[in-house]
């Protein structure tokens, strides 16, 4: 008898076909949804597990000065990497390079021979010189390559080096501006991706590919170099003519508060920091060092002074017996047996402490106090440069009369060179504080984006226009006839102060060590430059300000002049003859005169004459300079 299929297994049978069908269906559906749908997808996360990146390092950020010189750059300094899966003769290929790099065949062997994807060929085969490079590309050794590194260049050298600061080994901000600025300058890598197998052998069906980096973003400086390689051209000399233990200047724009120059001694150069204490480059003695300011900071009093109206420079009189007595305390002139009867411009002129002290008194110390805080001491500048100090000043607790004398002619407080700087340009510029600054702007080279910027900012009105121009006035008598004569320069109308301050360490003076400093400005009727010099411990000379700093910043200013843009003065107050100085004489208009007629003329100079001809066509120094009357004036002739 013949039977049929179960009914349950019909049914079953019938279930498990539909459901296979549905499943094949799905998984046709599925193959097509990968193969049209997700295909891009799938093969980026394939690549993400195939490829393997070279770093190429995009170049970090420049720093320029203000007007677009390089100061610090980066140039090309390729290393070497090394995938070992690609090479069978890894000993062989460790000879090659080490007859290019100059090691060991076994060292880079030991390196070589590891069991990894990619290995980075370091320090032997990092930075190195793209000669180098070259041939080791010319020599195709298998799983070598070499990718795009830089390293930081310094056309300069060692200038502003303490401002800069400098990079590491990753190219990352150690100290300064390189450090402060890390984030902004610091570049993003570009990458070659190779695409390979577990074996690190190159896959066939897959293009390599290039994952692009981002430049890092520059700076630009207010310094202006040629000012910086004048002031650092004079301190190097000064620390070898005194064997000073150190020595810094400031140069800046008293009408904005931007910075032409910062230069600190011993410096060092940025590629070789390793080399010195982190007391040098850790340092930036402008803003960093705090000393009493000594007769420099008298500027201070005669300007609150002048504004209070409390003394009449040229009528008011005041004897100077050689000391003054406070509460008891004998308070000495640096000249022992005083400068007797004067008035109070000759009280500048001398630099006389009893003088100052009597300015002091007239102001009051409530009031000197507070311009004292006006003029930005007790603080920090603002200037945004690393490692700023504030300066010390008596706190109002422990500012007593005898405290008072002695800041009215800088002794007993503690500042900073550029809180004198700052404070010192308001006093001649018109009376305005201005913020001092280092930074312009930060800004993409590529695209010329700004991402930060820095304009003048006016931190207050100190005193008024009059009181400036008297202050001016005061100090180019300093240094037509008083104590700054050494930066004395024909028709560069310099006016300044000195400044000499015995040394102190832990809290005591050191006997027979000083810091010597002059701040000076020019020209007098319109000020475009203020300098500051400090030499620190200077010997084999007369431990004055106007002795040595002085010159210094004569010489500065006079040779900065035709860079900043300001013309000479044809009218200046003539500097005094003292004894011992050198005889001189303005030079006579002899241009378009015959040469007999010269020859007549009863002049104490020398004459040396050039060319054939009666004429006078030319002549050197040029007519109205100064020249010592034992010196030569070379005159050319034509027909």
Not at 37 to 43: D, I, N, T, V
Not at 96 to 116: C, H, I, P, Y
Not at 490 to 516: C, L, P, S
Request: hydrophobic share 35%; charged share 25%; with cysteine.
């Amino acid at each position: 008898m013949k039977t049929g299929m179960p009914y349950r297994l019909k049914i079953r049978l019938r279930t498990m076909v539909i459901l296979f069908f549905c499943l094949a269906i799905l998984s046709v559906l599925k193959l097509v949804h990968v193969q049209f749908f997700q295909f891009q997808f799938l093969s980026q996360k394939a690549e993400e597990n195939w490829d393997r990146e070279i770093p190429f390092s995009q170049t970090r950020g420049n720093i320029r000065d203000r007007h677009g010189e390089l100061i610090v750059g980066s140039k090309l300094a390729p290393t070497i990497y090394f995938m070992p899966a690609q090479n069978d003769e890894i000993e062989k290929a460790a000879k090659q390079l080490s007859d290019v790099l100059g090691v060991e065949s076994n060292v880079l062997f030991e390196k070589m021979n590891k069991r990894e994807f990619l290995v980075k060929l370091a320090p032997e085969g990092k930075n190195i010189d793209v000669k180098q490079a070259l041939h080791i590309q010319s020599l195709q050794i298998p799983g070598v390559y070499t990718g795009v590194d830089y390293v930081r260049d310094y056309p300069y050298g060692e200038l502003l080096s303490r401002l800069l600061g400098f990079t590491g080994y990753d190219h990352q901000g150690l100290a300064g501006l390189e450090f402060q600025y890390d984030k902004q300058m610091t570049a993003v890598k570009s990458n070659l991706r190779l695409f390979t197998d577990a074996k690190g052998n190159s896959l066939p069906h897959v293009n390599d590919d290039w994952k692009e980096g981002k430049e890092g973003s520059s700076l630009e400086l207010t310094i202006d170099l040629d000012v910086q390689q004048i002031m650092e051209r004079e301190l190097s000399q000064a620390m070898i003519k005194y064997e000073a233990d150190q020595a810094l200047a400031i140069a800046m724009n008293p009408k904005t508060g931007a910075i032409l120059g910062l230069s600190s001694f011993p410096t060092f150069h940025p590629l070789q920091y390793d080399k010195v204490s982190p007391s040098v480059y850790n340092q930036n003695l402008p803003v960093s060092m705090t000393f009493e300011p000594g007769s420099t900071f008298k500027i201070i009093t005669l300007a609150a002074a002048l504004e209070e109206g409390k003394v009449d420079l040229q009528n008011d009189q005041f004897y100077d017996p050689g000391y003054s007595i406070v509460e008891g305390t004998r308070l000495r002139c640096w000249k022992r047996e005083g400068h007797k009867q004067q008035s109070f411009l000759e009280v500048v002129e001398n630099s006389c402490n009893p003088g100052f002290i009597e300015l002091g008194a007239r102001v009051g110390r409530e009031k000197l106090s507070q311009y004292i805080r006006d003029f930005g001491f007790g603080q920090k500048t603002g200037s945004a440069i690393a490692g700023e100090s504030t300066g010390i000043l008596f706190s109002k607790e422990s500012y007593g009369p005898v405290e008072h004398a002695t800041t009215s002619f800088g002794q007993g407080i503690s500042v900073t060179p550029l809180q004198q700087v700052q404070a010192v340009s308001a006093a001649v510029n018109g009376g305005t504080l201005y913020q001092p600054y280092v930074v312009k702007r930060v800004y993409n080279e590529e695209t010329g984006a700004v991402e930060l910027e820095n304009n003048p900012k006016i931190v207050r009105q100190v005193i008024s226009e009059k009181a400036s121009k008297e202050v001016r006035e005061a100090l180019e008598s300093v240094v037509a006839n008083g104590s700054g004569r050494q930066s004395f320069r024909d028709f560069m109308r310099i006016g300044g102060k000195t400044g000499t301050a015995q040394k102190a360490v832990n809290g005591r003076y050191v006997e027979g060590e000083y810091i010597v400093s002059f701040i000076g400005f020019a020209p007098i009727d319109d000020p475009e430059i203020v300098v500051y010099v400090a030499i620190d411990n200077p010997k084999h000379s007369l431990q004055f300000g106007g002795v040595i700093a002085a010159p210094i910043v004569g010489q500065i200013i006079e040779d900065s002049a035709p860079y900043i843009g300001f013309e000479k003065r044809t009218i200046q107050i003539d500097k005094e003859y003292r004894w011992g100085d050198r005889l001189e004489a303005r030079v006579p208009e002899l241009v378009g005169e015959k040469k007999e007629v010269v020859m007549d003329l009863n002049e104490p100079f020398r004459i040396e004459w050039h060319g054939t001809g009666s004429i006078i066509e030319s002549q050197l120094p040029k007519a109205g300079s100064k020249l010592s009357i034992d010196g030569t004036i070379h005159l050319y002739l034509r027909e």
